[in-house]
């Protein structure tokens, strides 16, 4: 079983048009929830494919990220330490691009376009406080470029080296 407090990398879209941001309602474990399109990251994935393969995958949109809007460590605590865990969130900032004709996600009920007014008056249905949270550190400016971030795949045993 993996360690619960080591974190699992996760990434998160944030889109805004018109003043609306592009969420999802999905059934988790805690009952129906909403989430920026979020998910986990996959073997020998960068950050940049994971974000836009979940967007796609949760929304059916492709997404374009632009920018970094932060990092975020989550650690989940119960009381009977059962569900203890923690995430490694990377938020991100972009465009929406095509719909594709593909179905969601199981756990994907619908997407919603909601106000920052409309999500922060249903936080008790949020997924994770960092939902409100990235949103609020996108309508504060915050970003950082994209070259910030750096991926690499080695191939262990190579003997051209």
């Not at 399109?37 to 494919?49: I, Y």
């Amino acid at each position: 079983m993996p360690d619960p407090w080591k974190p699992a990398a996760t990434v998160a879209a944030i889109i805004e048009q018109d003043g609306r941001f592009l969420l999802v309602e999905e059934q988790t474990d805690d009952g129906i929830r909403f989430n920026q399109p979020a998910g986990h990251l996959e073997p020998n994935e960068s950050l940049e494919q994971a974000v836009v393969r979940e967007t796609l995958e949760e929304t059916a949109y492709d997404f374009t990220p632009t920018a970094l809007v932060g990092m975020y460590l989550l650690h989940y605590q119960s009381p009977d330490d059962s569900r203890n865990r923690s995430y490694l969130r990377f938020a991100f900032a972009g465009t929406l691009g095509d719909f594709r004709n593909l179905p969601l996600d199981a756990d994907i009920l619908r997407t919603v376009w909601m106000t920052y007014d409309e999500i922060a008056a249903c936080r008790d249905r949020h997924r994770s406080p960092l939902l409100i949270q990235c949103i609020e550190d996108f309508l504060k400016g915050q970003s950082a470029p994209l070259s910030l971030l750096s991926a690499q795949t080695v191939i262990l045993g190579n003997t051209n080296e």
